[in-house]
Every structure is written in C-alpha cells, then in structure tokens.
C-alpha cells in the first residue's frame, strides 16, 4: 500500500487496473478456474512492457523465462504492452515469433504461452460475438504460464477441455454489452 505521499506511477496504474480486469473478468467469470489460487497467492509477476523493437520484446520475454527459471514463488508471467501491438494482426505475429522464440531457448514443455489482446477474436468468430471477450484483456497481454503447474491444476479440474466452450457459452449467454462493460469497468 502506498503512502500519501508517495506517487502513483502509470506502470502502478496499469497493474492495478490488470489485476482489476483478472478478478472481475478471468475470476469473476469462472473463465480460469485455476486462477483464483494464483491471485490469493499472491504469485503472478507483472512486467510492463514499453513500446520497442522486436529485439527488446524478445529480451524482456528471456528475462520473464529467467526470472521464472529462479524464482519458484511465480507461478505465472504477464507481460503487459500497452503502448503497442494495438493491432491485433500485429499482435499475433509476436505470438508466433514468441512461440518460436521458447521453442528456440529450449523452454518447450516448462513454460507455455497464453494469449489476451483488447481486439481478440477467435477464428471464425465476427468481431461481435460476445465469445471474444474470454481473451479480451484491456492491454495486449502475453502470459507465462509454469507447464508444471498447469498439468498438475488440470489432473484436479473435471473434464479440462471444456472449459473453452463453457467460457464461450457463458459469454454470449451474458451478451455482448455486458462482457463489454464489465471488461471497460477495470479500466
């Protein structure tokens, strides 16, 4: 908790409304049921991510696989951009270049690579279909995740490969303007 006297910063801020926008929408919504322990923990590392180069966004995605590799206390990475892949096409080719990029520093089956961007959209889904906001995050977001962790919370979660339908139905069942609202509130 910060003082009265201390300021706030924009990365606080950002933080803040990213841990907003995990509670109300990923918890709230049930949409990661493996989440809630996570954020009790206390054990998600926050790292914001200024606009640069794919150089620096591949060296700030190393340091986020290092810091993981020694510290046991994070679970679980978000790397925030929120001054840049506003494009979601933009977006998706540093997806692949990440992916690429873990596959190459041989981190293949220790870390995986979610996705959540503010102009998500499935494949095959209209930009309107309220089953988008389950990865429609206010900041372009990459998230680490321990494969270790995840296995493990997934042997204990009943029938895990429903969880993306379920999420999907929940969404358009609670409707567009809704899912939109609730995501802008966190902001």
């Given at each position: 908790?910060?003082?009265?006297?201390?300021?706030?910063?924009?990365?606080?801020?950002?933080?803040?409304?990213?841990?907003?926008?995990?509670?109300?929408?990923?918890?709230?919504?049930?949409?990661?049921?493996?989440?809630?322990?996570?954020?009790?923990?206390?054990?998600?590392?926050?790292?914001?991510?200024?606009?640069?180069?794919?150089?620096?966004?591949?060296?700030?995605?190393?340091?986020?696989?290092?810091?993981?590799?020694?510290?046991?206390?994070?679970?679980?990475?978000?790397?925030?951009f929120p001054g840049d892949m506003q494009?979601?096409?933009?977006?998706?080719?540093?997806?692949?270049?990440?992916?690429?990029?873990?596959?190459?520093?041989?981190?293949?089956?220790?870390?995986?690579?979610?996705?959540?961007?503010?102009?998500?959209?499935?494949?095959?889904?209209?930009?309107?279909?309220?089953?988008?906001?389950?990865?429609?995050?206010i900041y372009p977001m990459l998230h680490?995740?321990?494969?270790?962790?995840?296995?493990?919370?997934?042997?204990?979660?009943?029938?895990?490969?429903?969880?993306?339908?379920?999420?999907?139905?929940?969404?358009?069942?609670?409707?567009?303007e809704y899912m939109k609202a609730l995501?802008?509130?966190?902001?």
């Open positions: 908790m910060l003082s009265n006297s201390q300021a706030i910063t924009p990365d606080q801020v950002i933080i803040e409304q990213t841990k907003r926008w995990i509670k109300s929408v990923v918890i709230g919504c049930h949409f990661c049921p493996f989440a809630a322990p996570v954020v009790s923990a206390d054990s998600i590392q926050y790292n914001i991510i200024p606009k640069g180069s794919n150089k620096q966004y591949m060296d700030a995605l190393l340091r986020a696989f290092r810091q993981l590799d020694t510290d046991a206390g994070i679970e679980t990475t978000l790397l925030i494009s979601f096409a933009v977006y998706l080719n540093f997806v692949k270049r990440s992916e690429t990029f873990l596959k190459s520093k041989g981190y293949e089956g220790k870390y995986q690579l979610a996705t959540f961007h503010p102009q998500y959209i499935f494949a095959g889904a209209h930009g309107d279909d309220a089953a988008n906001y389950t990865n429609r995050s680490i995740l321990r494969e270790k962790g995840l296995s493990k919370a997934l042997a204990s979660f009943p029938e895990p490969g429903n969880i993306p339908e379920k999420n999907m139905a929940f969404a358009r069942k609670k409707g567009l995501r802008e509130s966190c902001l």
